[in-house]
C-alpha cells in the first residue's frame, strides 16, 4: 500500500464519512469561500504545519503555572520565554462558537479546522446540517501527511475538529470510522473503548485490526512507541481504555508507567511524519488542562499544563530544523476561570502554597475510582494524595455521601468536606467547573504566521493556515 495519500479529491474524501449523502452535498460546493485552493506553481509559504494546543487554558491556569515554576524550577515556563523569542506573532483570539459566546471544544477545533463557526458539540457540521470540508481534507488533496496527538481519547472533540464531520461530538464510533476512512497517519493518544467496541461498526467490533489491515503500525504501550523506528508508516497508538490518565497519576502510580506522556507522543509523531516530501500537519492536544478545570483539580491542572509545556522545546527544535513550518500554539477557551488567588494577610500565603500544592501526588479523579471500588472512605488515601490527614467528622460525612449512591457526586462532597484545607494547599480559587468566554493568547511562528492579526477570531485562523500551505 503507498503511504502517499491515494484519494484524488474532496468527493472521495468525504464518501469516507459513512454520511448519507456527505459526498454529494460536496460535489458542486465549496465551504469556505476566502481559500485560494492549490494552485499548481504556486510554491507554499509553509510546508508543514504543528498546532499546539492546550484544551481549556484559562488565562489564570497559565499564571498558576508560571508563578510555580518561577518558584519551585527557578526559571520560567517554557511558554513564558517564548515571548522573547524572535519571529513571535502573538494575538489575543476570541473563542465564541456559533450559538454561544462560550464555546465548547466541538465547536472551537472545527472554527479551526473548517473556518466556519457551528454550534457547540457539532464538528464540522454547519448550523443548517451541512458538513464543512476539515483542513485535513485539504491537506490529503495536497499530497500531504497528517497526524493527531491528545492526551483525551483520540477520537475526543479536539483532535477529531481537523478531520470529521458528524452532528454530534458525542458519536466517537463514527469520529474513528472516519480515521480509518480518512486515512489520517499518524493517530497517538486513549480511547481503546471506540476502537474495541461491543457494537459492529463499518469495520467490525475490532478497529485496531481494521487499522493495521489499512497498514497501520499498532503500538499500545510506551516502550512500543519509543523503540518505533522512523518510517514513513502509518501509525495508530492507543495507550489507555479512557483518556490518557493525568500526568499527576502517571508520576505517582507505578501501575502507570507503560503510558506515555504528550512530548514523548509529539516526538514519536513527528519522527513519522517529517520525512513527508508534501509536507504534513500535526495537531498535538494537551486535553486534560480542561478536565482538571471542571473538576476544580488544583493540582492536576498544574501538572497537565507543564507536561504540555514540556512539548514547546520539541517544537522550536524542529522549527529551528525546518524553518518551512508554521507553528501555532493556543487554547481552545478558558476552563474553570482558573487562579492563584491572594491568601492570607497582605497575600503572604500565596508563595508558600506554591510549594505546599507539592503534596499533592493525585488527582481527585484517582481518589475517586478508589473510593468507588472499595465502597470505602480510607482517609490513608486521602493523605497519601492530598497530604491531608482527615479528622474522624469527614470521614464520616464523605462515607455518608458514598453511601448515598443517588446523590453521591464526588467531587461536590470533597470539596465542601475538605474545601478550607484544598485553598490552604493550593490558594487555587475558580468561576465555576464550567469553560468561560475569556479571550485567549495564541502565538505563532514560522510561514504565515504574519498574517495574523493582533485580535483574531477562531476561525479566521483557517484560511490564514490554509493560505500559507497553499491548500
Ligand atoms: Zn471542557
Given at each position: ?5 491515494p ?19 460536496f ?11 492549490t ?12 498546532f ?9 491556569t ?9 518558584r ?41 479546522g ?13 448550523p ?8 485535513f481534507?485539504?491537506?490529503?488533496i ?76 499498532l ?5 512500543q ?5 522512523r ?11 479512557d ?38 500537519i ?13 473538576s ?58 506554591l ?12 481518589i ?85 492579526p ?18
Amino acid at each position: 500500500m503507498p503511504d502517499d495519500f491515494p484519494l484524488k479529491s474532496r468527493r472521495q474524501f468525504l464518501k469516507g464519512a459513512g454520511i448519507a449523502g456527505l459526498a454529494t452535498t460536496f460535489a458542486g460546493a465549496h465551504a469556505v469561500a476566502s481559500n485560494p485552493g492549490t494552485k499548481p506553481g504556486r510554491k507554499p509559504k509553509a510546508k508543514n504545519l504543528i498546532f499546539l494546543v492546550v484544551d481549556g487554558m484559562s488565562v489564570g491556569t497559565m499564571g498558576l503555572a508560571h508563578h510555580w515554576h518561577l518558584r519551585n524550577r527557578k526559571k520560567a515556563l517554557n511558554w513564558t520565554q517564548l515571548y522573547a523569542h524572535p519571529g513571535l506573532r502573538r494575538c489575543v483570539q476570541d473563542t465564541a462558537s456559533n450559538n454561544s459566546p462560550v464555546t465548547d471544544s466541538a465547536a472551537a477545533a472545527s472554527a479551526w479546522g473548517c473556518g466556519q463557526r457551528v454550534n457547540n458539540a457539532a464538528l464540522n457540521m454547519d448550523p443548517g446540517g451541512k458538513p464543512c470540508t476539515p483542513i485535513f481534507a485539504r491537506a490529503k488533496i495536497a499530497g500531504m501527511r497528517t497526524g493527531l496527538v491528545s492526551t483525551c481519547r483520540i477520537s475526543h472533540a479536539t483532535p477529531a475538529g481537523f478531520v470529521a464531520n458528524v452532528a454530534s461530538r458525542a458519536d466517537e464510533d463514527a469520529i474513528v470510522d472516519q480515521y480509518l476512512s480518512r486515512q489520517v497517519d499518524v493517530l497517538l493518544g486513549g480511547g481503546a473503548k471506540h476502537f474495541q467496541r461491543t457494537k459492529a461498526g463499518a469495520a467490525g467490533t475490532d478497529y485496531f485490526k481494521a487499522f493495521e489491515q489499512a497498514g497501520y503500525t499498532l503500538v499500545r504501550n510506551r516502550d512500543q512507541l519509543l523503540r518505533l523506528p522512523r518510517a514513513d508508516k502509518r501509525l495508530l497508538g492507543v495507550f489507555s481504555a479512557d483518556h490518557i490518565p493525568y500526568a499527576i497519576d502517571r508520576r505517582n502510580d507505578d501501575s502507570l508507567a507503560q503510558i506515555p506522556d504528550l512530548p514523548a507522543m509529539f516526538a514519536a509523531s513527528l519522527q513519522q511524519l517529517q520525512g513527508s516530501k508534501d509536507g504534513f500537519i500535526l495537531q498535538v492536544e494537551g486535553g486534560r488542562v480542561d478536565h482538571a478545570g471542571h473538576s476544580n483539580d488544583a493540582g492536576t491542572i498544574l501538572h497537565e499544563q507543564l507536561e504540555f509545556d514540556a512539548c514547546i522545546p520539541l517544537a522550536l527544535e524542529f522549527i529551528e530544523k525546518n524553518p518551512d513550518t508554521m507553528l501555532i500554539v493556543t487554547t481552545d477557551h478558558g476552563t474553570g476561570g482558573c487562579q492563584l488567588d491572594g491568601l492570607g494577610h497582605q497575600y503572604l500565603e500565596s508563595g508558600p502554597a506554591l510549594e505546599t500544592i507539592n503534596r499533592i501526588r493525585h488527582s481527585f479523579e484517582w481518589i475517586e475510582k478508589r473510593f468507588l471500588a472499595a465502597e470505602k472512605i480510607d482517609p490513608n488515601i486521602v493523605t497519601h494524595a492530598t497530604g491531608i490527614v482527615p479528622s474522624d467528622e469527614q470521614v464520616a460525612a464523605m462515607q455518608v455521601a458514598l453511601d448515598d449512591s443517588d446523590r453521591w457526586r464526588f467531587l461536590a462532597d470533597f470539596t465542601r468536606i475538605f474545601g478550607s484545607e484544598l485553598t490552604g494547599i493550593s490558594s487555587v480559587g475558580w468561576s465555576s467547573q464550567n469553560h468561560t468566554a475569556e479571550n485567549v493568547e495564541l502565538l505563532a511562528f514560522g510561514p504565515g504566521s504574519e498574517q495574523i492579526p493582533a485580535f483574531i477570531r477562531n476561525y479566521e485562523l483557517f484560511g490564514i493556515m490554509t493560505d500559507a500551505l497553499r491548500i
